[in-house]
């Protein structure tokens, strides 16, 4: 049933794509910034008690409506898995941003791909060339396919609905609360509590890319460029997105356009249009082995 949930809500998702950030998640990040006007007194606690306060209800509610609807009807269940899905996870929340990239490098439209990138990363991408663009972009898109599809996924596998609420709503408070808390001990336990979430989902979306590219050079890249990136779980997976594609993310321009220099991710040629489009398909080839190997465990536990 859960094959059949992320097979319905992935096609559905890629038939009737929902605007990003979709209304709910809208509806979350204002709830999440009443939250931090309510409880941010700068200390920990604070942020533990609202980071359960902003992510319990929603999982509980699911969970509790999942069951419900299951004591009435098993599809009426699925259903609501495949609701959950389709509004929690998805390629097409951030694909635009990438192809509308990719096609203005293609056509060495450089003002409108540097304004594209500009308006996906939020910051300042003023002087950058194609090398530099292509690579941020590339780096974006790894990382949300990661955010926004295989997190998710992982999290359903586990804990079904509840389990890709829990995993999305994490990450939105990581990301706002960390950021507009600056370094304050209010935003840690979201940063920690999501660590912990998304630490084995980082290592599976990062294997994944090492078997759908080039495995030697994606695991090579893995083990030794990882540990030098500020995030654990972005470089873990950033490293070995690079080294499957065959291409250096690293070692230039952050993502933010600024000047500092960044630690060595991937292996082979500069970024460029061309490369932006192996990323696709090493993302789509990633989702098309999740979605066999859950299959085959689906089968194996159907036939006992």
Same mark, same amino acid.
């Given at each position: 049933?859960?094959?059949?949930?992320?097979?319905?809500?992935? !096609?559905?998702?890629?038939?009737?794509?929902?605007?990003?950030? &979709?209304?709910?998640?809208?509806?979350?990040?204002?709830?999440?910034?009443?939250?931090?006007?309510?409880?941010?007194?700068?200390?920990?606690?604070?942020?533990? *008690?609202?980071?359960?306060?902003?992510?319990?209800?929603?999982?509980?509610?699911?969970?509790?409506?999942?069951?419900?609807?299951?004591?009435?009807?098993?599809?009426?269940?699925? /259903?609501?898995?495949?609701?959950?899905?389709?509004?929690?996870?998805?390629?097409?929340?951030?694909?635009?941003?990438?192809?509308?990239?990719?096609?203005?490098?293609?056509?060495?439209?450089?003002?409108?791909?540097?304004?594209? *990138?500009?308006?996906?990363?939020?910051?300042?991408?003023?002087? !950058?060339?194609?090398?530099?663009?292509?690579?941020?972009? %590339?780096? !974006?898109? !790894?990382?949300?396919?990661?955010?926004?599809?295989?997190?998710? %996924?992982?999290?359903? /596998?586990?804990?079904?609905?509840?389990?890709?609420?829990?995993?999305?709503? $994490?990450?939105?408070?990581?990301?706002?609360?960390?950021?507009?808390?600056?370094?304050?001990?209010?935003?840690?336990?979201?940063? &920690?509590?999501?660590?912990?979430?998304?630490?084995?989902?980082?290592? *599976?979306?990062?294997?994944?890319?090492?078997?759908?590219?080039?495995?030697?050079? $994606?695991?090579?890249?893995?083990?030794?460029?990882?540990?030098?990136?500020?995030?654990?779980?972005?470089?873990?997976?950033?490293?070995?997105?690079?080294? $499957?594609?065959?291409?250096? *993310?690293?070692?230039?321009?952050?993502?933010?356009?600024?000047?500092?220099?960044?630690?060595?991710?991937?292996?082979?040629?500069?970024?460029? $249009?061309?490369?932006?489009?192996?990323?696709?398909?090493?993302?789509?080839?990633?989702?098309?082995?999740?979605?066999?190997?859950?299959?085959?465990?689906? %089968?194996?536990?159907?036939?006992?």
């Amino acid at each position: 049933m859960k094959f059949l949930a992320l097979l319905t809500a992935l !096609l559905l998702e890629q038939a009737r794509p929902l605007r990003y950030p &979709n209304w709910l998640e809208v509806l979350f990040v204002r709830y999440a910034r009443y939250l931090v006007r309510q409880f941010d007194g700068g200390e920990y606690r604070h942020g533990v *008690l609202a980071w359960m306060l902003a992510v319990a209800p929603p999982v509980v509610l699911v969970g509790a409506v999942f069951l419900a609807l299951h004591q009435v009807s098993a599809l009426a269940a699925w /259903l609501w898995s495949v609701l959950v899905l389709y509004i929690t996870m998805g390629l097409r929340q951030f694909s635009h941003h990438f192809t509308e990239i990719s096609e203005a490098l293609r056509e060495s439209r450089l003002d409108e791909a540097r304004d594209r *990138l500009g308006r996906w990363q939020r910051s300042g991408t003023a002087g !950058l060339e194609v090398g530099a663009i292509a690579r941020a972009a %590339i780096k !974006l898109a !790894l990382l949300a396919s990661h955010r926004h599809v295989f997190g998710a %996924i992982a999290w359903f /596998l586990v804990a079904g609905a509840p389990g890709a609420v829990l995993y999305r709503f $994490a990450a939105t408070l990581a990301e706002r609360w960390d950021a507009g808390a600056g370094a304050s001990a209010f935003g840690r336990f979201a940063a &920690n509590a999501f660590f912990w979430i998304d630490w084995l989902p980082a290592r *599976l979306t990062a294997a994944s890319f090492a078997i759908a590219g080039n495995f030697e050079d $994606a695991v090579y890249c893995w083990r030794t460029q990882a540990p030098s990136w500020e995030g654990e779980a972005s470089g873990v997976i950033l490293a070995s997105g690079g080294g $499957a594609l065959g291409v250096r *993310l690293g070692g230039a321009p952050g993502v933010g356009g600024g000047p500092q220099i960044q630690p060595e991710l991937g292996l082979g040629d500069e970024a460029d $249009a061309d490369y932006m489009r192996s990323a696709v398909g090493l993302v789509w080839r990633a989702l098309v082995l999740w979605m066999v190997l859950v299959l085959a465990v689906t %089968i194996a536990y159907a036939l006992g």
